[in-house]
C-alpha cells in the first residue's frame, strides 16, 4: 500500500452533504466511482493505491474551502489471504 494523506478541517462545522455520486463498471472486476461532497473539509488531498487485498485499487481525494472530489478505481472482488487469490464467485479462475 502507498498512502499520502494531508487534511485541515474547520472543527467547528459538522457540515456533510453528497452533491453528486456516479458509479461505473469498467470491466467484469473493476469500477470505477466518482463523487462530490461539501464537507468541514478547508483543504485535503488524498492519494491511495493498493493491491492483494479486498476492493484494491487507487483512491485519490481533493477538496478545497469545503468541496471536496473523490475518485476511486477499484477491484469489485474480495481477497483469500490464506490462498493469495482473490475470490472465485461463478467458477472461473481469478
Excluded at 8 to 17: A, Q
Excluded at 23 to 49: A, G, H, I, P
Amino acid at each position: 500500500m502507498i498512502s499520502f494523506n494531508f487534511n485541515l478541517r474547520n472543527p467547528w462545522s459538522n457540515t456533510f452533504k453528497n452533491l453528486w455520486c456516479r458509479t461505473y463498471r469498467v470491466t467484469e472486476n473493476k469500477s470505477l466511482e466518482l463523487e462530490v461532497t461539501q464537507d468541514f473539509t478547508l483543504v485535503s488531498f488524498m492519494f491511495n493505491w493498493t493491491i492483494r487485498q479486498s476492493h484494491a485499487g487507487l483512491d485519490l481525494e481533493l477538496g478545497l474551502f469545503g468541496y471536496n472530489v473523490y475518485v476511486t478505481f477499484s477491484d469489485n472482488r474480495h481477497w483469500i489471504v490464506e490462498k493469495g487469490r482473490y475470490q472465485i464467485y461463478d467458477g472461473k479462475e481469478s
